[in-house]
């Protein structure tokens, strides 16, 4: 039989983390499996159809900068695009779009189908073949067998899937999709911690029932922002308005009186839910104070009727659920498409893992997305990439690659993960990064760039692009920092009606620029003159505004560097170092940390520990 069974890599699930992962080992000259249960739901948006926000957005364009295909897919499905936090620093602004989701998954599915070196097979993995503490390959429902270098597992809220309405309850990964459970069997038999998590999603509502004249009026911003930096605006779809409703007290009494029968209150759900996500019955038990909360309604897509309503995730009985959603202004007519839902499932700790997000016990195997306690789409195709970058490299017997917590958001990411663990869907915030000023959306692509091209993940097109930019932001930042203004000149007197007070001396526009009062486009009135291309004159100034903090954290960076450097042994028996607390041996000999950096940033180790531990290192050499 002439089928293919021999691969580098072998990705099982074609969900976010899953479709990164299976791209960019593809794109790396890897011989790529991606096996998943139903090729028609590759880029599956299981709850809202939306892209970025803030912090996720930065790991967005992350993910672009290193070729992945997020950016680029949200370009070509997004039917509303917003700058969140624009009035604020640069640090936290934030693009998010609403997407159409069948649009999204084409996107999906026809860069997926046009990567050489990547082929794509529908069926369950069952099973993984595990010799000598090293993956080998998987074995499909059917009693395929595939053989892999390395595997990446993906499975999403599939393994032990259970969805919950009211208190009825059944299997499933995601509404409409049967759960993953004789690999949630094997995983348990294999040496990883297994625990429970939960998250849920709104009912789904026909637009034609709803009234939209009492809502208020969201439209996207104009000039419509770009997700990916090889985007562009002409690649956008149709751009449509969502609506702002809220729940009125009505809702919250009739939320209050499906409390007896929440499989949450009830305790028929045991997993943790996502904090920051809350559902609906969650929002009224825990705020009992407030009167009402805010509900963005979002459309789907260009092509239906039906609409998110952010907001409102719920799990209560179905009778409950159409009475809540018909009190709120605007929905007194709704017709339910679709039930909310909780669903439980499990996830592997990813303490488990290392910074490649390889698991420490089986060798060859990796981890990623919402399997490792995450929530998000972008969040799983962060990981997605990294072990897809790592999985493809170790086949190829190429050293590990990721990047450091002062170069990625996806290193913030995943050095949280493997150094605390979580015991909650775990979310991403621009709050998660010390050195925010430095990890900007804004400039993903000329901290990655580089990298992506090393790594054989970024094209001769996009490095093309992305040189010329650099060159650009060069050449206008040496402008600045050249051009001097005098006092009495006619640039001079420009200036002074920009400034707050009036120059005394020459200064060079940079020096101008550095001035609270002062923006570039004051500079380009002053100067006479304006770079091109917008993206390069806020980079410019960004960078000249900003330079004082980000120099700062910059010098913080290097000095803790070289903390980042001293390896730590996987088996370093903490338990015989001398000086360190019974405490901080237990918690550094579940962790396990790679460097001595990561040890420092475990929870309760001191940096008297932190000594020890490298005049023990000193010792051992
Ligand atoms: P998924 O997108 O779940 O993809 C997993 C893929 O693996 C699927 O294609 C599946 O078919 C396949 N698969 C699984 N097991 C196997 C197997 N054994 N063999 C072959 N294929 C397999 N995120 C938020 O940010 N906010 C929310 O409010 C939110 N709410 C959610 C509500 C619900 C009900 C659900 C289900 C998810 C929600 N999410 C939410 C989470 C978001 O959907 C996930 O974080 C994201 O999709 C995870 O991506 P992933 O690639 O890890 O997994």
Redesign the pocket.
Known sequence: MDFPTRFDVIV???????TEAALAAARMGSQTLL????IE?LG?M???PAIGGIGKSHLVKEIDALGGAMARATDRAGIQFRVLNGRKGPAVRATRAQTDRILYKAAIREILENQPNLTLFQQ???DLIVENERVTGVVTQTGIRFLGKTVVL?????LGGIIHIGMKNHAG??AG?AP?NA?AQRLRELPFNVGRLK???PPRIDARSVDFSVMQQQWGDDPTPVMSFMGSRDEHPRQVCCHITRTTEETHDIIRSGFDRSPMFTGNIGGVG?RY?PSLEDKVSRFADKSSHQIFVEPEGLTTHELYPNGI?TSLPFDIQVRAVQSIPGFEKAHIMRPG?A?EYDYLNPQDLRHTLETKFIQGLYFA???NG????EE?AAQ?LLAGINAARQAQDKDAWYPRRDEAYIGVLVDDLITMGTSEPY?MFTSRAEYRLILREDNADLRLTDSGRELGLVDDERWRKFNAKRDAIGTERSRLEGTRVHPNSAAGERANQYLKQPLGRDHTLAELLRRPEIVYAHIADIAEYRADDAIVADQVEIEIKYEGYISRQADEIERLRKNENTALPVDLDYGIIGGLSNEIKQKLGAVRPETVAQASRVQGVTPAAISQILVHMKKRE
């Open positions: 099982i699930g074609g969900g976010h983390a899953g096996l998943t249960h139903n739901t599956q299981s709850c809202n369950s993995a069952d993906t499975t999403g809220t599939f990964g995601r999709d993953a690999l998250t849920g999603t996502p996500c995730s839902y669903i997305g919402q399997i995450t929530t998000g789409y799983a997605g979310r």
